[in-house]
């Protein structure tokens, strides 16, 4: 068996134990393969094994790869997730070429977005990315502004907002990991009360994936726990 394989089944097995402690169905988690730095062969090495759903950072080394992926596997349903950071004149390939962007954190792109997206192409999902470290991370949207952002994210009509997404400081004690997950959970159901009708929560990565799921995250986003460490960020 091969190595990415081997590690699909044992972040599988992750996954089913975590959600079994939180009294939840594995159904309920969807595993985002974060392929990022690796080449479209390991793509499709995970894709024999199953895996269906793909995030990558980087936008032209994704291009490449959706490209490479669709010439070897013709017609075959590959989700693709933009979870990188966003530059304004690049929102067209995204809206173009993605199923999902979980990195959207300013009005404006979002605007980008949803007037971009082609029509004969369903919306887009769209999750925003809370900055819930304070002044630790630079990215993602304040949670004091992150109603206001969803509310008029919700109106765009070529886009579906789907829910949050956060990149918490690596921390190693699980409760403190779970503390930052608890946080964007709870930032969700402010949403939710607020009539505001979103169903993900995108958190989780190959270090803290239990805590995430037992807070509630529905999309972990796992790369080298797969496919290996990576030369290059
Ligand atoms: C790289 C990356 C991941 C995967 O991180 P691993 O620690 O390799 O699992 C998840 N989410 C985002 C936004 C990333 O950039």
Redesign the pocket.
């Given at each position: 068996m091969s190595t990415i394989v081997h590690n699909l089944q044992a972040v599988d097995a992750s996954i089913v134990a975590a959600a079994s402690a939180a009294g939840r169905a594995r159904a309920d988690v969807q595993l985002l393969a974060?392929s990022?730095t690796f080449p479209a062969e390991a793509v499709l090495e995970a894709i024999g094994a199953g895996q269906t759903a793909f995030?990558e950072?980087y936008l032209q080394e994704a291009l490449d790869k959706i490209a490479a992926v669709g010439t070897a596997l013709p017609g075959r349903a590959i989700e693709w997730h933009f979870?990188?950071p966003i530059q304004s004149n690049k929102t067209r390939p995204i809206a173009t070429h993605f199923d999902w962007v979980?990195t959207v954190e300013r009005l404006k792109i979002a605007q980008r977005l949803s007037e971009q997206r082609p029509d004969n192409l369903g919306p887009l999902n769209i999750c925003l990315q809370v900055n819930i470290s304070g002044e630790a991370s630079k990215s993602g949207v304040t949670e004091a502004e992150l109603p206001e952002l969803a509310r008029h994210v919700a109106q765009l009509p070529r886009l579906r907002l789907r829910g949050l997404m956060a990149?918490p400081e690596p921390e190693t004690a699980v409760h403190r990991q779970r503390a930052a997950f608890a946080r964007l959970r709870k930032l969700a159901e402010a949403l939710r009360a607020d009539g505001i009708a979103i169903d993900t929560l995108s958190m989780g990565?190959?270090?803290d994936l239990a805590a995430a799921i037992a807070e509630g995250a529905t999309i972990v986003?796992?790369?080298?726990?797969i496919f290996g460490s990576r030369k290059y960020e």
């Open positions: 974060v990022k995030g950072n979870i990188g979980h990149i990565m190959s270090s986003r796992i790369g080298s726990a």
